[in-house]
């Protein structure tokens, strides 16, 4: 395993630590009913946040690495952002076609400062830099504003409206697809991996 761990101005984005403290951080995010509110899941309990952490961390090991689930950290919260406390989560889930599907999902205390968008900005670096993909693709509940905002501003084009494409608590929803391609992406240099 290479381990991933990318920095932007504010924020680090890295692998994630087989610790309580980040089984904490995890269940903070995710046992959040209003984080929780756009995701095709609801508030999750502990001892699953403790089960995802397993997961995430098998998919790191995996020889043909193909989902990345990383730890979305404030450089200014420790002197490594090793070190710091998760304060969301990104991921990318690669196709096998050059594709893959991006997520983000940031604590509450932490909205509207921006985090969002520097954290698709980094997952974006990887993925047209190192990993060497063709297109990024991103499913957002039509309620979700803030989410599109973010992405709209980064260069993402919404492809369509997939109707009922999600049911939770006995509700069906619909999400957008917005998409990004290689050629679009403005960054001038790709984050660095591993280190």
Same mark, same amino acid.
């Given at each position: 395993? &290479? ?18 403290? *980040? &089984? ?7 046992? %959040? #009913?209003?984080?929780?509110?756009? =995701? #095709? ?13 397993? =997961?995430?961390? *098998?998919? /790191?090991? $995996?020889?043909?690495? %193909?989902? @990345?689930?990383?730890? &979305?950290?404030?450089?200014?919260? $420790?002197?490594?952002?090793?070190? /710091? ?9 690669? %196709? ?18 921006? @985090?969002?968008?520097?954290? &698709? ?7 047209? +830099?190192? !990993? ?27 492809? +369509?409206?997939?109707?009922?494409? +999600? ?8 999400? @957008?697809? @917005?998409? =990004? !391609? $290689? %050629? ?12």
């Amino acid at each position: 395993m &290479v381990p991933v761990r990318l920095t932007g101005p504010r924020l680090a984005v890295r692998e994630y630590h087989h610790t309580e403290e *980040e &089984v904490d951080a995890l269940h903070a995010l995710f046992g %959040d #009913p209003e984080v929780t509110r756009h =995701l #095709p899941f609801g508030p999750s309990g502990r001892e699953d946040c403790a089960d995802q952490l397993e =997961l995430y961390l *098998e998919e /790191a090991m $995996a020889e043909e690495r %193909d989902t @990345y689930r990383l730890a &979305v950290t404030r450089r200014a919260d $420790a002197e490594e952002p090793a070190d /710091a406390t998760p304060v969301g989560q990104a991921s990318l889930t690669l %196709d096998g076609h050059r594709a893959a599907q991006l997520g983000c999902v940031l604590a509450r205390g932490h909205w509207g400062r921006g @985090y969002a968008g520097e954290t &698709v900005g980094l997952l974006c670096g990887l993925a047209f +830099g190192p !990993l060497d993909l063709h297109r990024l693709t991103a499913r957002v509940a039509v309620a979700n504003e803030a989410s599109v905002r973010v992405l709209t501003r980064l260069g993402f084009q919404r492809e +369509g409206r997939l109707r009922h494409d +999600g049911c939770k608590d006995g509700v069906w929803t619909d999400s @957008y697809l @917005y998409a =990004l !391609l $290689a %050629d679009e992406w403005p960054a001038p240099a790709a984050p660095a991996v591993g280190g």
